[in-house]
Structure formats: C-alpha cells, structure tokens
C-alpha cells in the first residue's frame, strides 16, 4: 500500500477535514487511519466531526482504523465517542485499536488488541502469529487485572495529568510567539514555534525544529521532539506525562 499524507492545520485544530478527505480519496483508496484523541497534538473530534468523516468513509467504503489507546485521558469540558458508534452499521467498516499502555501506564507490558470485523481479526490473528507468536501470558493477566480491577487509579492519574496540562499551558502563554492547539486528551502540548526559527540565539542560529530541541535540551534540560519527526516542521511536541517534580 502507499500511504497518503493529508497535510491538517492548527487552525482545524489538526483536525482532517470532511472536504480533505474527500478530496484525498482515489479509486486505490481502501483505508482511513484516524487517531482520537491524538498524539502529538492532544487534540480530539467531536462526535459530530467524527460522523462527518464517518459519511464520507461510507461513501467511498473505506475501512476505518481507529486509534483510541488514549480514549480515557479526556480532559473536562470535551466528549469522548468511538467512532464505530457515531453512525448505524460502521463497526463493519471499523477496527478500533487499543491497549493499556496509556490508560494504565502499563507501556511495558506491550498489551493491546483490535476490536474487528471477524474477516479483519482472522487476518490479524494470522498475521501476528507469525511475527510475534503471542504476547506474554503474565502481561495477559496484568491487563485482565487493570481493566477489571478498581479504577479509581485511573481518575487520579488523569486529575494529575489535568494539573501538568494547566502548567504547560499557562507557561506557554506567556512566552510571546508561541501557540497551540487545544489540549482535549493525551498527555501532549503541539506547539507552533515557527516565529522563533530563521533567528540567532547567542550566536547559534536556529532554522528548524530539530535544532530548537536540541538548543531547547543543551541549555535548558527541556526535553522535546522535533516537530518534523511527525512531518510537521515549525513544531514541538512536549509531554507532561513526566512528574511535577
């Protein structure tokens, strides 16, 4: 297959568009992948938007697989929906992909699964049976023990998570030339630091994004990744997954 990159913008809040996606889609066109909420940019669809795009997919019968390992890191103020539930009849057309990795802060275990048409999973399961063989029986049980066990670690993590994303994005605010887009899930900041390339800081001039970060580590201890590692130059992603400490 060759993927299709269909470039959003922060004035979309990175979000692909019904017209994008209908402009993107070719007769070769068999599938859509769509990560909500998303990393790097924390941003998230609204229902709405996601029955949009789920219009279009029916339309060109397009498989959809969606992303939503950060499904429960939501923040106050926005709506989380599945995408195979914001229209009749799409979880024949959806494989939903998730885990606990990020819900459970279990990224060790290497545990996730698909939820997928039966044709879909058989495919899955032979493939990954090739690749991988089976993931480890003890990180099975770990996960059966997260998902069915007390959840109110997870509303704790997620109230600390609310806290790190009031920081990150009062300190942002304060720095001129520096914006984002909102923050409705995940645990990351996209930050636009276009204004700041093309200039000189105490004799180094930084161009692009890969050297802001590395300028941004070496002077300050403030670790980023370059906005170009996810085909976005002008960018940063920084993470407040990391303690308050």
Not at 114 to 124: D, G, Q, Y
Not at 142 to 167: D, S, Y
């Amino acid at each position: 297959a060759v993927p299709v990159i269909v470039q959003t913008r922060q004035a979309d809040d990175f979000k692909l568009t019904p017209r994008q996606l209908r402009e993107s889609v070719t007769a070769k066109t068999k599938i859509l992948l769509l990560c909500s909420p998303s990393n790097p940019t924390g941003t998230m669809y609204r229902p709405d938007e996601l029955g949009q795009l789920a219009e279009v997919a029916i339309g060109e019968d397009l498989l959809v697989v969606a992303d939503e390992i950060y499904e429960r890191l939501v923040y106050a103020g926005h709506q989380f929906a599945s995408f195979a539930t914001v229209r009749p009849g799409l979880s024949e057309r959806t494989i939903l992909v998730n885990g606990v990795s990020k819900t459970y802060a279990m990224t060790g275990w290497r545990i996730g699964w698909t939820l997928s048409p039966t044709n879909v999973a058989k495919a899955i399961s032979g493939l990954q049976s090739q690749q991988t063989s089976n993931p480890c029986s003890i990180s099975q049980y770990a996960a059966i023990a997260a998902l069915n066990g007390p959840q109110a670690c997870v509303e704790h993590m997620l109230g600390e998570f609310a806290k790190r994303r009031q920081f990150v994005q009062q300190r942002l605010e304060r720095i001129p030339g520096l914006s984002c887009a909102d923050m409705a899930g995940a645990f990351y900041a996209f930050v636009n630091i276009s204004e700041h390339l093309g200039r000189d800081y105490d004799g180094v001039r930084i161009d692009n994004s890969s050297q802001w970060s590395l300028e941004l580590l070496q002077r300050h201890n403030v670790a980023t990744v370059m906005g170009s590692a996810f085909g976005a130059e002008g960018y940063a992603r920084i993470s407040f997954a990391a303690s308050m400490e």
